[in-house]
Nanobody, 127 residues
């Protein structure tokens, strides 16, 4: 299984970006998915998650109301719509797949509970 994240870039404060994560293989529609982010010297931080069929989502408080996680199972693609971006959103963003549904039972999943990871895409918010 391979995950390919894209869509990062440089944006001004208050701007928007849409991240995408394409997933290879035929089992995307059975995976719970998540987005994490990481800045230099810090641990990878959970941002948002979505269950296998897209009817359950969860966000950390700092992005609620600004970020929207979604998925298109027909296209095997995960998305993260990011609006009203702030400088503190600057990070490398990673998509991740949970093959066994472990993260469904945890409000804030741990990075180690995901089985597959994308390579990361850099988001820079300039002021």
């Amino acid at each position: 299984v391979q995950l390919q994240a894209s869509g990062g870039g440089l944006v001004q404060v208050g701007g928007s970006l849409r991240l995408s994560c394409g997933v290879s293989g035929r089992m995307f529609d059975s995976y719970d998915m998540g987005w994490f982010r990481q800045t230099p010297g810090k641990e990878r931080e959970f941002v948002a998650k979505i269950n296998w069929n897209g009817d359950k989502t969860y966000y950390i408080d700092s992005v609620k109301g600004r970020f929207t996680i979604s998925r298109d199972n027909a296209k095997s693609t995960l998305y993260l719509q990011m609006d009203a971006l702030k400088p503190e959103d600057t990070a490398v963003y990673y998509c991740a797949a949970d093959r066994y549904g472990v993260t469904s039972g945890r409000t804030v999943p741990r990075a180690r509970e995901y089985n597959y990871w994308g390579q990361g895409t850099l988001v820079t918010v300039s002021s």
